[in-house]
């Protein structure tokens, strides 16, 4: 293998979705870059694969970005993989990503699934123009982002966690009473489930059983009308 920065997108929750290619490059690479270490290991292990991982966390990050790169300077080639989907989106992956670019060090990309386009291409809403803005500010900005968001005409794309989801719709009630949304939970695993509905609506059917797991919120774009 070229001594390179492998950017390898890994699955989001169904094992069975990830490329042959991405299989071959964990195979043949001499190290991975991983967040955690034990979420990573279900994946190898599940495909037979063994190899030197290497974690990186906010702690450890600056001194093992140091030392990746260092190593792919000296000649070794390394995977990045990310806890699911692909690697630099809305997770820490991209630090070392930007940093090996700074360095000149070759980032070669080993495409797969992301979890934001999945819930996008079964939304139903339109795709040829839409807004992916990760998750919301937790506390500063939140309100600004949401009144800036409710004025958006595009579709929007948010990652939310289980302890803020259903803040989030109560939020999109105030905000955006009238769009659909689409809340996908755990997209591609045993309990997925997909609801759809205005804010309110979803908000109703859930109510209160809500809800461990992930999500992806998709929203309609600002004036958009579902045809008959
Ligand atoms: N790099 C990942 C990607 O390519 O989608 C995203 C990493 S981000 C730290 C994790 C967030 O992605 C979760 O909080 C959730 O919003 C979303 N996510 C990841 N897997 C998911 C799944 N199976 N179903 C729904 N949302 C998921």
């Not at 000296?74 to 989106?89: K, M, V, W, Y």
């Not at 939140?142 to 409710?150: D, E, G, N, P, V």
């Amino acid at each position: 293998m070229e001594s390179k920065l492998y950017i390898v997108s890994t699955p989001i929750g169904n094992l069975k979705d990830i490329t042959i290619r991405a299989v071959e490059t964990l195979q043949q690479v001499d190290f991975i870059a991983c967040e955690d270490t034990r979420v990573s290991s279900i994946l190898l292990n599940h495909y037979e694969i063994k190899k030197e991982l290497i974690s990186l966390n906010a702690v450890n990050e600056n001194s093992k970005i140091k030392f990746i790169l260092e190593r792919i300077c000296g000649g070794e080639s390394c995977a990045l993989i990310s806890d699911a989907g692909t690697p630099g989106i809305s997770d820490p992956g991209v630090r070392l990503i930007s940093a090996a670019i700074k360095e000149r060090i070759e980032v070669s990309p080993v495409p797969g699934v992301t979890a934001a386009i999945t819930a996008l291409s079964m939304s139903g809403l339109p795709s040829d123009s839409f807004v992916f803005e990760g998750f919301l500010p937790q506390k500063k900005g939140r309100q600004k982002m949401l009144a800036r968001l409710s004025e958006e005409e595009r579709t929007i794309i948010i990652y939310e966690s289980t302890y803020r989801i259903e803040k989030l719709i109560k939020e999109l009630v105030e905000y955006m009473p009238e769009r659909l949304i689409v809340v996908c939970r755990e997209l591609t695993k045993k309990f997925e489930e997909v609801w759809r509905g205005t804010p309110r609506q979803i908000l109703d059917s859930l109510n209160n059983k809500i809800t461990k797991g992930e999500f992806v919120v998709v929203i309609s774009p600002k004036d958009w009308k579902e045809r008959d």
